[in-house]
C-alpha cells in the first residue's frame, strides 16, 4: 500500500488489482522528480501513465484507480489543486464501486482528501473526510494501528483549526494513547503528541494542563534551549 517515493502521503494500490506495466514503468524516474522537487514534472509523468493504463484495463479499473490517486498526491505537491481533488475523487469513486465502501484502499484515498482538504484550509470537510476514516480502520484493524495514529492527529489539528479545542483534546488524548501502545510511554511520538495535546488545552485557556503536558513531554524529550527561547 505505499510508494516511499511518495513521502508520508499514503498511495493505494489494491492487493486485487493488476500490476499494469504502465503504472510501473516509470516510478524510478517518477521518485528522481518527486524527491527534487520538481512536481510539475513528475505530474507530466504520472498523467501519460494514466493514459496508458486507461487504455490497457479501462477507465474504471482498479489500475486506472491506483494511477489517479497517485496523481493526485503528486498534483497537491505541484499547488495544482483542483486536479488532484479531480483525481482523488475519481479514484474514490472507482474504489467504491470495485472494493465496496470501507476497504482499506477507499480509506487510503479518503485520507489523501482529508490532507488536501487541511492544506486548503477546508478544515469542516475535512473533518467529515477523517471521520469516515477512522470508521473505516476501527473497523478493519482495530484501535490500535499506526494509520489510525495518523487519522486520530489529523482530526485534533481540523478541530483545533475550526475552534472546537475541547475536541481537538480529546482526539488528542487517543492519540497519546494509540503512540504509547504502540512504542512504549517514552517514545519521541509520545512527546510530540503530548505538545499537541497541550496545544489544545492552551486554546481553553487550560494553562496548569498545558504546562503539566508541556513538563512530561520534556521529561520525555527535552526541547533544545534554543528552540524553548524562542
Known amino acids: 500500500m505505499g510508494l516511499a517515493l511518495l513521502g508520508g502521503w499514503a498511495v493505494a494500490c489494491s492487493e486485487t488489482s493488476p500490476p499494469p506495466r504502465e503504472a510501473a514503468q516509470p516510478e524510478l524516474g517518477l521518485a528522481e522528480l518527486y524527491e527534487a522537487g520538481r512536481f510539475a514534472e ?14 490497457e484495463t479501462g477507465d474504471d479499473s482498479l489500475a486506472t484507480a491506483a494511477q489517479l490517486n497517485n496523481l493526485g ?23 467504491e464501486a470495485k472494493e465496496g465502501p470501507e476497504s482499506e484502499s477507499v480509506a487510503t484515498t479518503l485520507s489523501n482528501l482529508g490532507e488536501l482538504y487541511l492544506s486548503m484550509a477546508r478544515f469542516r470537510r475535512s473533518i467529515v473526510t477523517f471521520e469516515r476514516v477512522l470508521a473505516i480502520q476501527e473497523k478493519n484493524a482495530g484501535p490500535d494501528s499506526l494509520d489510525i495514529g495518523v487519522t486520530l492527529e489529523r482530526l485534533a489539528q481540523a478541530h483545533l483549526e475550526v475552534g472546537e479545542a475541547e475536541v481537538a483534546e480529546a482526539f488528542g488524548v487517543r492519540f497519546v494513547a494509540n503512540r504509547e501502545r504502540l512504542f512504549g510511554s517514552d517514545h ?18 487550560a494553562t496548569d494542563r498545558a504546562h503539566a503536558l508541556e513538563g512530561r513531554a520534556d521529561r520525555i524529550e527535552p526541547v533544545p534551549s534554543s528552540e524553548s527561547a524562542r
Open 42 to 55: 513528475a505530474v507530466s509523468v504520472l498523467e501519460r501513465g494514466l493514459v496508458e493504463v486507461e487504455r
Open 73 to 95: 498526491i503528486v498534483s497537491l505537491a505541484a499547488g495544482q489543486l483542483p486536479q488532484a481533488e479531480a483525481s482523488l475523487d475519481r479514484a474514490l469513486r472507482i474504489y
Open 188 to 205: 519521541p511520538s509520545v512527546a510530540a503528541a503530548l505538545r499537541r495535546q497541550a496545544k489544545a488545552a492552551t486554546a481553553q485557556g
